[in-house]
C-alpha cells in the first residue's frame, strides 16, 4: 500500500475520531458515565495514536514546512 492510499483511509477516520472527542465532550452530562469513558477517553487514546500515523505519514512534509534550513545572510 503506498502512503497517499494509507492517508487517505487515516484522515477520515481522524476525522471521525476528532468529531467524536468534540461531541462527547459537549454532551458530556447526557451521556451515561459508562458510554462517555468508552466513547470520549478510549477515543481519545485511538485517536492520539491515529494521529502520530498521520504526523508519521506526512512528516516529509512537516520537515519541509517547518524545518527549512535558512539561507545565511550575506553582508
Do not use: Y
Request: proline share 4%; aromatic share 10%; net charge positive.
Amino acid at each position: 500500500m503506498t502512503r497517499n492510499t494509507i492517508l487517505k483511509m487515516v484522515n477520515p477516520i481522524l476525522f471521525i475520531l476528532m468529531a467524536n472527542q468534540m461531541v462527547t465532550a459537549i454532551f458530556h452530562d447526557a451521556l451515561p458515565h459508562e458510554v462517555f469513558e468508552i466513547m470520549h477517553q478510549g477515543g481519545g487514546l485511538v485517536f492520539a495514536v491515529t494521529a502520530v500515523l498521520h504526523l508519521i505519514l506526512n512528516w516529509n512534509w512537516v520537515k519541509a514546512t517547518f524545518f527549512k534550513n535558512c539561507p545565511a545572510e550575506k553582508s
